[in-house]
């Protein structure tokens, strides 16, 4: 089971400001098989970036993924009102499917 | 526009069978390339993958619950639905189905909360 470890926990910053949020996969995601979503309270999941870099339909471009080996990270460049949330990484290169335990972006 | 709605029992009692049902419209389950999916979600919790129906139907179940899990496709009613057997207090989530393929879980119903409490 390839085991996903993000960080922060908790991330406080303020609207304009950079987030970059982190995922360490415990081992090599084939294919870099590895999707971001953002939660917010009451909602389902949205598919924000796919394949580790691909921006999902009609995600804002200030939206992006990156990798480096079993490191994975997505950075939100200049945060918005409404990009204070739950974010979660995901892998879906092997079974079974496994989620990382989320980073809250919240205002500071 | 693909959409996915799940319905079911939202209480159901320790120790008796979860039964929850995804209706899928605006596309077809038997669409190739795509797995059919449960997640869930513990009140203030992270997500947990239960498992999917491939559209070819087979299927893949977490370890953690696969002894308890059945998922399958009712193609006839563009369908798929989720059993869980034994359930506890600690199955007390919200329930997702979702869509998964190549480009991850792209599309998600809204979810629905299931308490098991006598």
């Known amino acids: 089971e390839i085991v996903l470890t993000q960080s922060p926990a908790i991330l406080s910053l303020s609207p304009g400001e950079r987030a970059t949020l982190s995922c360490g996969a415990s081992q090599s995601v084939t294919s870099n098989y590895l999707a971001w979503y953002q939660q917010k309270p009451g909602l389902a999941p949205r598919l924000l970036i796919y394949d580790a870099s691909s921006r999902a339909t009609d995600i804002p471009d200030r939206f992006s993924g990156s990798v480096s080996g079993t490191d994975f990270t997505l950075t939100i460049s200049r945060l918005e009102p409404e990009d204070f949330a739950v974010y979660y990484c995901h892998q879906y290169t092997s079974s079974p499917r496994t989620f990382g335990q989320g980073t809250k972006v919240e205002i500071k | 526009q693909l959409q996915l709605q799940e319905s079911g029992s939202g209480l159901v009692k320790p120790s008796q069978t979860l039964s929850l049902t995804c209706t899928v419209s605006?596309?077809?389950?038997?669409?190739?390339?795509?797995?059919w999916s449960w997640i869930r979600q513990p009140p203030g919790k992270g997500l947990e993958w239960i498992g999917y129906?491939?559209?070819?139907?087979?299927?893949k179940y977490n370890p953690s619950l696969k002894s308890r899990v059945t998922i399958s496709a009712d193609r006839s009613k563009n369908q798929f639905s989720l059993k869980l057997t034994s359930v506890t207090a600690a199955d007390t989530a919200v329930y997702y189905c979702a869509r998964e393929g190549t480009e991850g879980l792209d599309y998600w119903g809204q979810g629905t909360l299931v308490t098991v409490s006598s």
């Open positions: 129906v491939y559209y070819s139907g087979s299927t």
């Open positions: 605006g596309g077809s389950i038997n669409s190739g390339g795509y797995s």
